[in-house]
C-alpha cells in the first residue's frame, strides 16, 4: 500500500472512524450539488425526516439541464423548469449556497468551485457528478459519487469509502508547441486504458505537469475518470497559491490564506512516499491527439495511424471493430481531415477562460467554415464577464462562432444544445459515448481546444501546428 | 426485495445472501452508463419508471421500431441476473443507471469486471457486482443464451454463481460481501450513528470554521 502521499494523508485527515464493512467513514470538506443527481436524494432525506448535517460545507448551482440561449423562467422545456424549481426548493429550504443564474456566479459546477475558492487544497470534495476528480488539480481528494451516497453526505456529512491504490504518473519533458493538458491526459487514457485506473487513484507528477497552470491541471485531472480512476490530483504548489490569493475565499483575507497554508504545505505527498505503482510518460513526445472511436481510450496523435482493431489485445478487439463502424473510419487513416459539421468548444474539461483565450488567439481573424456550426459556451457567468471583458466574445462571434449562456450543453446534451442524425462534432469534452452529444448516431471526436478552433475554420480535423502561427497565451 | 425500513441508528438494510433468478446476456466491452440510460431520460425528480428505458438507444431504432437486443426478447422477460463483460458502467456517476436496471427487474449483476462508481451506486441499492474470469462468463452468458429458463445461483457469501452443473469461482468485493451479507449497506444510518465522531473530526480540519459543525441534535446522545 502506498505510503506519504496526498492521497495517504488527507484520507487519514478526514477519516472518522471504520465501518462494520471494513469501509472508512470519511468527513465531506466540501459537497458540490446539481440538479440532476441530488433530487432523489434530497427526496430520501424527506422520507427518512432528516436535515442537512452540514448546510455551510454544501454549495449548489445549475448545469446540466440549463438552456444556454434563452434563460427566461419559466424554461420552455418543462422538464428542465421542474429540476430547476426542484433545486431551488432543496436548496432554499437547506440553507444551502445557491450559485444560481440571477447571482452571476452560476455555471459549471468544476468550474464554480475553483473559482470562487471553494475548491482548496487537503479537502474531501464530492459531487453527485463523475469529473468531481477535476477538483484534484488543487491537492484535494475530490471524487463523484452516486444519488444514495449524496443522500449520506447530505445526512451526515460523510461518504464510506475503500482505501485505493496510488498510481503516480509522471509526465517528463516539455510539451511541444501546439500541445496542451488535454493532449496530456488522452495520451495517458490511451494508454493505460479505460479501465487501467480502476482501484487507483492517479497522483499526476513530473515536470511537464508543474509547468501546467491550474486551467491545464484541471484538464487533466477531470479525464481520471474516463481512465478509469475515480479520483487524480496534482500537488500544491505556488501555482495553486497564487491561484486561490486571487479567489473570493482569500482576496479580501490574506490572514487566512496564511493561517491555511501550513496545512496545505503539510499534505503534499512526502518526498520518499511509496506508491502502489508508477507509470512514466515521455511529455515532449506526446503530439495533438484526438479520439477516433467511441471511448476516451481510443486516442490517436494526429499524425498517427488509427489502429487495426486485430493489432490490438484480444479485449480491445471487439469494441474498437464497433467503434470504427460507428465512426466510420479506416484502420491505417490518420484522423486528419475527418470531415465535422459541429465544434463546441466548452464543458468543465474545457471551458475555463485561459482555454477560450487559446482559442480565440487562433479564431482571431480566420472564419468558421461554411459547413461547420461553431458554438462557445462558457464555463461560468464569471468565465463568459472575463471573456468579454477582454473582446473574446466579439473574435468568436466575427469568425462565426455562436456565443452562448454557461452550462454543461452538448457535452451530454440534456438541453437544447445537441448533435443531429450522423453529424460529426469536433469536442473539446470528455465523452465520445455513442449517444453522448444527444444523437445516438452523432459521432464525437474529442480534442483540445485550439484543436477545436482549428477543426471549426477548416471544416476538417486539423493538426493545429500546421497552421501558421500557433498562439500561445 | 423490498425497499428497507429505516430506524435510527440501526443498519435497517435487509441481508443480501444469495440471488437466483434466470439470467439475461449483455454483450460487449466497456458498456457506458450513457448507452444504459441516455442523459435524456434524466430530465426528472424521481427514480420511478427509469426501467422502461434501460438501454433504450440499444433497443430502439429512430422510429421507435424495436432492434436486436435482450433486454427486448421475450425469453428474458423476468430475468433477474444480468451477465456482461468488462469494464461495465463506465462513465458517469448517474445512480440512475442501475436504478433503470433495478426497475427494470435486475437483482444481481455478473460480469469481468465493473467501473468503480457504478459497483458502489450498485451496492447502496443491493445490488451485488459479481466477477469472474472471462472464460467462465462467456461460457454463462452462452449458457444462458441457450438456457433462458435455467436457474442462475448466487452465493453472495460463498462467492459462486452456480448453473446447471457448473458451479463458477467467482469474487464479490470484501466491503461489499460484507455490506450485503450482513445487511449494513444503508450507509446513512450506520454513519449517522457516529455523528458525534464526525463533528470531532469537522473540527480537528484547519479549513472548517467552528460555525459550520451543527450543535449535537438532543437524540445524538452524545
Sequence with gaps: ???????????????????????????????????????????????????????????ATVDHIVPTGNRDRPYRDDAAESMMAELEENVRGSGIDFSDPDSGDQGIVHVIGPEQGLTQPGMTIVCGDSHTSTHGAFGALAFGIGTSQIR????????????????????????????????????????????????YVYEYAGEAIEDLGMEGRMSICNMSIEGGARAGYVNPDETTYEWLEETDAFEDDPEEFERLKPYWESIRTDEDAEYDDVVTIDGSAIEPTVTWGTTPGQTAG?????????????????????????????????????????????????????????????????????DVRAMVVPGSQRVRDAAEAEG??????????????????????????QLEGDEASASSSNRNFVGRQG??????????????????????????????????? | MSSPEFSDGEAPAEKVTEVSGTGIPVRGNDIDTDQIIPARFMKVVTFDGLGQFSFFDQRFDDED??????????????????????????????????????????DAVVGESFAEIFAGNCLALGVPTVTADQEDI???????????????????????????DTVIDAEVHDAQRKALVEGVWDTTALMGANA???????????????????????????
Design chain 1, 1 to 59: 500500500m502506498s505510503e506519504g502521499t496526498l492521497y495517504d494523508k488527507v484520507w487519514d485527515r478526514h477519516k472518522v472512524t471504520r465501518l462494520p464493512t471494513g469501509q472508512d467513514q470519511l468527513f465531506v470538506g466540501l459537497h458540490l450539488v446539481h440538479e440532476v443527481t441530488s433530487p432523489q436524494a434530497f427526496g430520501m432525506l424527506k422520507e427518512r425526516d432528516q436535515e442537512v448535517a452540514f448546510p455551510e460545507r454544501t454549495h
Design chain 1, 152 to 199: 449520506d453526505v447530505l445526512a451526515t456529512g460523510c461518504v464510506a469509502m475503500e482505501k485505493q491504490k496510488v498510481r503516480r504518473i509522471e509526465v517528463t519533458g516539455e510539451l511541444g508547441e501546439g500541445v496542451t493538458a488535454k493532449d496530456v491526459i488522452l495520451t495517458i487514457i490511451g494508454k493505460l486504458g479505460t479501465d487501467g485506473g480502476v482501484g
Design chain 1, 302 to 370: 494526429i499524425t498517427e495511424p488509427i489502429p487495426d482493431p486485430e493489432d490490438l489485445p484480444e479485449e480491445d478487439r471487439d469494441t474498437a471493430r464497433r467503434a470504427q463502424e460507428h465512426m466510420r473510419v479506416e484502420p491505417g487513416d490518420t484522423m486528419e481531415g475527418y470531415d465535422i459539421d459541429v465544434a463546441f468548444l466548452g464543458s468543465c474539461t474545457n471551458a475555463r477562460l485561459k482555454d477560450l483565450r487559446e482559442a480565440a488567439a487562433f479564431v482571431e481573424g480566420r472564419e468558421v467554415d461554411d
Design chain 1, 392 to 417: 473574446l466574445d466579439e473574435i468568436f462571434k466575427r469568425a462565426g462562432f455562436d456565443w452562448r449562456e454557461p452550462g454543461c450543453s452538448m457535452c451530454l446534451g440534456m438541453n437544447d444544445d
Design chain 1, 439 to 473: 444523437s445516438k448516431d452523432g459521432r464525437t471526436v474529442l480534442m483540445s481546444p485550439i484543436m477545436v478552433a482549428a477543426a471549426a475554420v477548416t471544416g476538417e480535423v486539423t493538426d493545429v501546428r500546421e497552421m501558421e502561427e500557433v498562439a500561445t497565451v
Design chain 2, 65 to 106: 421500431n424495436e432492434k436486436d437486443h435482450p433486454f427486448n426478447e421475450e425469453q428474458y422477460r423476468g430475468a433477474n441476473v444480468l451477465v456482461v463483460n468488462a469494464n461495465f458502467g463506465c462513465g458517469s456517476s448517474r445512480e440512475h443507471a442501475p436504478q433503470a436496471l433495478m426497475r427494470w427487474g435486475i
Design chain 2, 138 to 164: 462467456e461460457a454463462l452468458q452462452d449458457y444462458v443464451e441457450a438456457n433462458p429458463d435455467a436457474e442462475v445461483d448466487i452465493d453472495v457469501a460463498e462467492e459462486t454463481v452456480t448453473y446447471g
Design chain 2, 196 to 222: 458525534g465522531a464526525v463533528r470531532e473530526a469537522a473540527r480537528s480540519l484547519p479549513y472548517v470554521p467552528d460555525e459550520h459543525v451543527p450543535e449535537p441534535a438532543a437524540e445524538d446522545g452524545a
